[in-house]
């Protein structure tokens, strides 16, 4: 009676004399699934002749009278399940609500740091191009466990190699930043034990590191908070003050040489105020940095000569630039708050934080026209992003711990986390194959003026009007999810000279999508928010 051997001992029954005692029971594998995928479903009800009818919500099939159907969900949700079955000539019925759960598709990808111990979070990440990123670790169990491993990806992140900067020299300093310039000359600053510090260079992708002597941070009230390259030969380290001054290096012979900034070059800085290590952002020519007074130091010529502005913030700054206009300064802590500068840090606005920017990381997407991206490992945790540079957030998850984030373009991106094991975890990869962050552009070889179609109120609850800005013949809408599915499509009338005309789009989830509008003259594209 057991023929696959499994141990048991008993098995459901029911008393045909006893119709009243009949028992629907089924089961299913998995409950929580992400979008997309299927669920098994087994009927384990007992009884001869019986017949069922099975009902999925959200699911496909929708419906079936299988013994054991396998259903497919195509978008993110809670749905009810029930399983009627006919017996005897009487139906009975076992619902469940809100059974299946359905997650959404994760704009990133998990990847493996390979750190020999758990919990080793990334502190920073150095992005050469889409194959070669270095990003550098330090102790999640223990920030006061100052370490110097780092790990390394030729391939897009396929694979990723530990390493750690090894010198009897450097026992006890622990990793400011790492600079990678290219894939093989690696720049990095590490602090002292009891201050002072040094800065590294290793010309053969990190197998040894050499110290940088004409840049030597001595004096134990200063250490280098980071090393930035403007191009291979002129680059720029920023240490803590002394004497009066933050003490500044540059090199315009891709560091054979280091010269000091003279201190009549850089305002004098407050009474123990800092910098903090790999706080800084650089545009072009210009390179910026903040303070443990709120305060943000500027140089306009790469690094020669330097000014400060007051953000109206306090504590622990860091600043995130678009240009050399646009900007924030972030205050993190308990105190955590932003400010925002259109003049490239001359003058802050105040910002109030709007609903999904999360206190965490901030950076712009490199190639978009004002698209930001979002990430904290704090509460709530996840990422997020914005369109039109922080005027409002849009929600990507929730309940992922990120670190740190940094972008080479819109296609490609990294944002650290946590390692569980030398084997599991530690990093994400931005989906490339994710339309979430496409800056929104006309396609190649589309004359279509910016603004030809609009789409209002945005976002939008469930009707929304188009408006076509021109003359157009008759094309098509397509709304397009996040995982670039087309989940809904509309005809568009012909236009002459301008028309409008209203869509509904109540039964789509919650979400961001985009509306593709194509005509034999015209392709659009428009990004909306659905609530």
């Not at 099975?54 to 969900?73: D, K």
């Not at 009707?463 to 003359?471: E, F, H, P, V």
Request: overall charge neutral.
């Amino acid at each position: 009676l057991d023929p696959a051997n499994t141990g048991a001992r008993k098995l459901r029954g029911i008393d045909p004399n006893n119709v009243s005692a009949f028992n629907v029971y089924w089961t299913s594998s998995p409950s929580t699934i992400e979008m997309d995928s299927t669920v098994r479903f087994r009927d384990e009800t007992v009884g001869a002749g019986i017949t069922r009818k099975w009902t999925f919500e959200g699911g496909e099939p929708a419906t079936s009278t299988q013994a054991n159907p396998v259903v497919r969900y195509p978008q993110p949700g809670t749905y009810n399940v029930s399983l009627e079955i006919t017996f005897n000539g009487k139906k009975y019925t076992k619902a469940r609500t809100d059974y299946v759960y359905v997650k959404s598709k994760s704009a990133w990808v998990l990847q493996h740091t390979r750190f020999s111990k758990p919990e080793r979070g990334i502190q920073g990440i150095g992005i050469i191009d889409s194959l070669h990123v270095w990003a550098w670790a330090y102790d999640g169990m223990d920030a006061s466990n100052q370490i110097k491993e780092y790990t390394v990806t030729e391939n897009g992140g396929r694979t990723w190699k530990t390493d750690s900067i090894v010198s009897d020299a450097l026992i006890g300093y622990g990793i400011g930043n790492i600079y990678p310039i290219n894939k093989d000359t690696i720049y990095a600053t590490v602090f002292g034990p009891n201050g002072g510090g040094k800065v590294l260079c290793s010309r053969n992708s990190g197998d040894s590191w050499v110290i940088q002597a004409g840049a030597a941070y001595n004096s134990p009230e200063s250490f280098p908070n980071f090393v930035y390259f403007f191009d291979k030969n002129t680059g720029i380290v920023c240490g803590d003050p002394t004497d009066g001054n933050f003490e500044i290096y540059i090199t315009s012979n891709g560091g054979n040489d280091w010269t000091i900034v003279p201190k009549a070059n850089i305002p004098t800085n407050k009474t123990g105020e800092t910098g903090t290590t790999n706080m800084y952002d650089a545009e072009g020519d210009t390179i910026w940095f903040g303070t443990s007074e709120g305060r943000v130091y500027r140089s306009i010529n790469r690094g020669l000569n330097w000014t400060v502005t007051l953000t109206g913030l306090t504590g622990q700054t860091t600043v995130k630039f678009r240009n050399s206009k646009v900007g924030f300064a972030i205050a993190r802590g308990t105190n955590y708050a932003v400010k925002k500068t259109l003049d490239g840090g001359e003058t802050w606005q105040d910002y109030t934080l709007p609903p999904y920017f999360l206190k965490g990381d901030l950076v712009y997407v490199p190639g978009t026209k004002a698209t930001w991206l979002n990430v904290s490992s704090g509460y709530p945790s996840g990422s997020s992003f914005t369109t039109n540079d922080g005027a409002s957030f849009s929600p990507i998850d929730v309940g992922i711990q990120y670190t740190t984030v940094a972008f080479f373009d819109e296609y490609t991106g990294w944002a650290g986390s946590f390692n569980i094991d030398s084997t599991l975890g530690g990093i994400y990869k931005w989906d490339k194959m994710n339309p979430l962050l496409t800056d929104i552009r006309e396609f190649p070889g589309d004359s279509t003026p910016k603004g030809f179609i609009e789409l209002f109120p945005n976002p939008i609850e469930n009707l929304a009007t188009l408006k076509i800005n021109g003359d157009m013949k008759r094309g098509t809408a397509y709304v397009i999810n996040l995982q670039g599915k087309c989940v809904r499509t509309f005809n568009v009338a012909e236009s002459l000279g301008s028309s409008s005309q209203s869509f509904d789009f109540s039964g789509l989830l919650a979400g961001v999508y985009i509306l593709q509008v194509v005509s034999t003259e015209h392709t659009e594209n428009i990004r909306f928010l659905k609530f």
